[in-house]
């Protein structure tokens, strides 16, 4: 949080108001770090979504173990994983 609140203020500081929402978009797309940052960015982006998809996929499963009883702890942790992952995907 702290070191997103000093980015914000250094940009905002940089720019005023030229400031864009997205940062990385007021600067040059021609300069090589901040086109490091716009690749490091994206990969974040498509590491970051699997995870959340495994947080979504025990929670449906916990929640058909709760209603249905038909799943117990290592049915939610081994077997209907690609299930879910088809339904998620």
């Not at 086109?35 to 058909?64: D, G, K």
């Amino acid at each position: 949080v702290v070191l997103s609140l000093i980015l914000s203020l250094v940009v905002y500081l940089s720019f005023r108001e030229d400031t864009k929402s997205d940062c990385l978009t007021n600067f040059s797309y021609d300069n090589v770090a901040i086109s490091i940052s716009r690749i490091l960015l994206a990969m974040t982006m498509v590491f970051t979504y699997p995870m959340e998809q495994f947080v979504s996929r025990h929670c449906v499963m916990e929640i058909l173990e709760a209603v249905f009883h038909q799943f117990d702890q290592k049915d939610i942790q081994q077997k209907n994983k690609k299930y879910l992952t088809y339904l998620y995907g």
